[in-house]
T-cell receptor, first 114, second 113 residues
Framework: KAGVTQTPRYLIKTRGQQVTLSCSPI?????VSWYQQTPGQGLQFLFE???????NKGNFPGRFSGRQFSNSRSEMNVSTLELGDSALYLC?????????????FGPGTRLTVL | GENVEQHPSTLSVQEGDSAVIKCTYS??????FPWYKQELGKRPQLIID?????GEKKDQRIAVTLNKTAKHFSLHITETQPEDSAVYFC????????????FGTGTKLQVIP
């Protein structure tokens, strides 16, 4: 099976702009989670989608939003970019069922805000 | 919400020595504790996990222990090798109909040949 893919891999934006990141999960995986990774802060949970519905949300401002399509692909949008939004954005997919499931991460999108 | 603390933030060991990374969590409802390894420039990958009904789990040179009463869990790597050098993340989650995984801030392990 192909792994989790993310596009684009690198992005450079300026303050005030908006950006959309894309994540394609492993085939058959219906749960997609998004994380922000910054040095010293580890991976911070943004939100999780399952069957086109947001099931859980982390403590990020409303500028961060997402959605999931019927084919389980997910997008994340950040509006009104701030310098502090510069980070590696990782998505992870997992299968569903009873009990916890391993998350498989994508390679990430490196966002730089100037 | 859940809070996961991880120590130390950096760890240097000689090749062949053991390495221990410790994490504490706050939510007693957490029942799944994965550990991820992230090599430089690569994506995090699961290396071992443990569920709350188990106290210890071992996979070759890697072991994880869990103390539910104290709400802490640890990663033990024995006979370290240079390829073990990476950032390690602990995490805690509540299994159920959704995935919300809370990660620690990471430990950068350097194995000195």
């Amino acid at each position: 099976k192909a792994g989790v893919t993310q596009t684009p891999r690198y992005l450079i934006k300026t303050r005030g702009q908006q950006v959309t990141l894309s994540c394609s999960p492993i085939s058959g995986h219906r749960s997609v989670s998004w994380y922000q990774q910054t040095p010293g802060q580890g991976l911070q949970f943004l939100f999780e989608y399952f069957s086109e519905t947001q099931r859980n949300k982390g403590n990020f401002p409303g500028r961060f939003s997402g959605r999931q399509f019927s084919n389980s692909r997910s997008e994340m949008n950040v509006s009104t970019l701030e310098l502090g939004d510069s980070a590696l954005y990782l998505c992870a997919s997992s299968s569903t069922g009873t009990g916890p499931r391993e998350q498989f991460f994508g390679p990430g999108t490196r966002l730089t805000v100037l | 919400g859940e809070n996961v603390e991880q120590h130390p933030s950096t760890l240097s060991v000689q090749e062949g020595d053991s390495a221990v990374i410790k994490c504490t969590y706050s939510d007693s409802a957490s029942n799944y504790f994965p550990w991820y390894k992230q090599e430089l420039g690569k994506r995090p990958q699961l290396i071992i996990d443990i569920r709350s009904n188990v106290g210890e789990k071992k996979d070759q040179r890697i072991a994880v222990t869990l103390n539910k009463t104290a709400k802490h869990f640890s990663l033990h790597i024995t006979e370290t090798q240079p390829e073990d050098s990476a950032v390690y993340f602990c995490a805690a989650s509540i299994s159920g109909g959704y995935q919300k995984v809370t990660f620690g801030t990471g430990t950068k392990l350097q194995v000195i040949p």
